[in-house]
């Protein structure tokens, strides 16, 4: 994104109705999408109040006021949630700041859109899994993520990033990018390419699913460990944040994609892939902690997909990594050369060893919704 100055930001800070004096404005290190400040404000009594304003990615995001209306609505269904079970809105969801032109966005002279939250504090956030209970927890507020909003009518959402979660799609795009193979890139991972070719049933495993078994649900489409913010004590699990993709969806989408992201016994972009596989113990708490809070609100066939759910958004994101790799790398940001294979050798390994252990995922689900 283009930078902005010192007076467009002083500017922008101005249009927002923050309360009290500016004291305090720092740029955040962390993030790749959005543009984020952190501001101090003190109030008339000496109190001091922290803000987040964050400038909309357009290159990622193309229609940001579509954006900020699921935002606003969403974030306004879980606050009266919140309150009618004696719960504190201010610490368990995100707060929008409404900008002086009463909307909750503000777009400057270069047409940059910005918006403002109440900083939750005192909270935590962590970007690793170091421990289990670290992970069900996180797996239980996406679990209340879930169930706040499984009587939201998701139809009334924008589609913020059209087919972002459609394995179908993928796929083609994915073939497409084969056969054009603009970077000559395609003879020296063929390997790989044929791994994924060789399991194309799964990008179909969701394709045209029965919508009264499978209903399209508020989605957040993120559900990696730091967008969830723990307790001062770093113990409890209190908000889901960043809800930037939240749109319809499939509910096994958000349990798989945070097993594949937490699940895994190596990182992300584990080179020796002998260490990546999936960690069954860390399926299995995750899973407690997410039917815990949602599995009355889940169909039974949702819930007997839930592995499925791993499975189709590791094979997914591998997908879309390859893809990346054999287009150049121009969607995700890589540290060297081949990261993106890299990436997409981890997550095809990682796929392959959650259909070893189907039976298992399957086992473990089964158990819990008989519980």
């Known amino acids: 994104m283009k930078p902005i100055n010192e007076a467009q930001l002083k500017e922008v800070i101005s249009s927002f109705r923050f309360n009290g004096t500016l004291i305090g404005c720092e740029k955040s290190t962390i993030g790749h999408i959005n543009g984020t400040y952190f501001l101090s404000f003190k109030e008339s009594d000496g109190k001091v109040v922290r803000y987040i304003l964050q400038r909309i990615n357009t290159d990622v995001f193309p229609n940001p006021a579509a954006l900020m209306k699921n935002l606003e609505e969403v974030t306004s269904f879980l606050s009266k949630k919140i309150l009618a079970r004696g719960g504190n809105p201010r610490m368990e969801c995100l707060t929008l700041v409404k900008a002086k032109n009463d909307q909750y966005y503000y777009v400057d002279k270069d047409n940059f859109y910005y918006r403002g939250y109440l900083f939750i504090e005192p909270s935590v956030c962590y970007s690793s899994i170091d421990n289990g209970e670290v992970f069900k927890q996180a797996a239980m507020a996406f679990g209340r993520f879930q169930n706040d909003l499984s009587d939201f009518p998701s139809s009334t959402l924008y589609e913020i990033i059209p087919n972002f979660h459609n394995t179908h799609e993928r796929m083609k795009k994915f073939k497409d990018v084969i056969s054009k193979d603009i970077k000559s890139r395609a003879a020296s991972c063929q390997k790989t390419i044929d791994g994924y070719l060789e399991n194309e049933e799964y990008a179909d495993i969701f394709f045209d699913l029965p919508k009264d078994k499978f209903p399209l649900r508020v989605t957040h489409n993120d559900t990696k460990l730091n967008n969830v913010l723990f307790d001062g004590e770093g113990k409890k699990a209190i908000a889901v944040i960043d809800l930037d993709t939240v749109m319809p969806g499939y509910a096994m989408n958000d349990f798989g994609d945070a097993i594949r992201y937490g699940a895994n016994f190596g990182k992300e972009d584990e080179k020796d892939l002998s260490k990546v596989g999936l960690n ?48 150049g790398d121009v969607y995700f940001r890589i540290d060297y050369p081949e990261h993106n294979l890299v990436r997409a050798k981890d997550q095809l390994a990682l796929f392959l060893d959650m259909k070893k252990k189907k039976t298992e995922m399957d086992e473990i689900i089964s158990s819990l919704m008989n519980k």
Request: hydrophobic content about 40%; charged content about 25%; overall charge negative.
């Open 280 to 327: 069954l113990e860390y399926f299995k708490l995750f899973a407690e902690g997410f039917i815990s809070q949602c599995g009355k609100s889940l169909t039974k066939e949702e819930l007997q997909y839930l592995p499925y759910g791993a499975m189709v958004m590791t094979y997914e994101c591998g997908m879309r990594f390859l893809t990346d790799y054999l287009e």
